[in-house]
């Protein structure tokens, strides 16, 4: 079942620009977490003259992976804006290290997705952010096929 969901969850981060600009992709997804690897590049670096990775570009794979967790977690996939996100910044990302974001949904709600998460340095699995982020559920479902 994990690989359907990991499919799923892949087919809708591929649909998203900034996925695809930042080339994102789907490690893992099951029903209730999901897994993305955000690769090092240039267009993630926030300081040039040390190659820190910008704050923006965790938030970015930080809320993407929690929305993903959403979107999956429901039998025919459910499309949830962003209603609330928090992100806390631990240490900087190492420059040159590909980040993953881990998220998982905490609970379902008639209206509301809630989510937390974390991104790591995927060489060492340092943690250098958590996030808590909250999705509306407004009904739009996209076909799991």
């Not at 962003?82 to 992100?87: K, S």
């Amino acid at each position: 079942m994990s690989d359907q969901l990991t499919q799923r969850a892949t087919r809708f981060v591929s649909v998203l620009p900034h996925c695809r600009v930042l080339n994102m992709t789907v490690e893992y997804a099951d029903g209730e977490k999901v897994i993305l690897k955000l690769p090092y590049s240039e267009a993630i670096i926030g300081n040039p003259d040390n190659g820190i990775v910008a704050g923006g570009s965790l938030t970015t794979l930080m809320d993407t992976a929690c929305g993903t967790a959403a979107f999956n977690c429901f039998e025919d996939g459910e499309v949830c804006p962003t209603l609330d996100l928090r992100m806390d910044y631990h240490r900087a990302a190492k420059p040159g290290e590909n980040l993953i974001g881990e998220a998982r949904v905490v609970k379902r709600a008639n209206s509301l997705v809630f989510t937390q998460g974390e991104v790591r340095q995927e060489s060492d699995n340092v943690v250098v952010a958590t996030c808590t982020a909250n999705f509306m559920r407004i009904g739009l479902r996209l076909g799991s096929k």
